[in-house]
């Protein structure tokens, strides 16, 4: 095992140094958010008893849009046994869709209610 060898002192030191390093970097990269990301539909929060549905949505995307009514349907006609929370998603390649996400975090603060709405005005005024 002459390949194992440690040299010299300093080379363990350096070896010990950059591992160290190596550990402060992983520690710094895993930090979890306080709290979930995300806007819950008419409060209804998963439970046991529910499915739940991730949708990331950009605002100003078409195609986001165009899932909406589906799945709103899809939502009235299962009830409480379907929870739904949606995660603000801006494509770099619409403008303003960075902004109008942060509108949503913003109106969620403000009053949980709202943030549907205008998520929906969102979808309604697209061009
Ligand atoms: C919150 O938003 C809902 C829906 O837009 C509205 O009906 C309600 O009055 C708002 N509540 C407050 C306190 O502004």
Redesign the pocket.
């Known amino acids: 095992m002459k390949f194992l060898k440690i040299q010299n002192y300093n080379t363990l030191m350096k070896s010990i140094v950059l591992l160290l390093l190596c550990v402060v970097h992983v520690n710094a990269q895993v930090t979890l958010p306080s709290k979930q990301d995300g806007f819950w539909y008419k409060n209804r929060i998963a439970n046991t008893k529910s499915i739940v549905i991730e949708a990331f949505f950009d605002p100003l995307c078409p195609d986001s849009r165009d899932s909406w009514p589906p799945l709103k349907l899809a939502l009235q006609h299962y009830g409480s046994r379907l929870s739904l929370v949606v995660h603000p998603f801006p494509l770099p390649y619409h403008d303003n869709a960075f902004i109008s996400s942060r509108a949503m975090h913003i109106s969620n603060q403000?009053?949980t209610?709202?943030t549907y709405?205008l998520l929906e005005s969102f979808f309604d005024h697209q061009v």
């Open positions: 403000l009053n209610s709202a709405r």
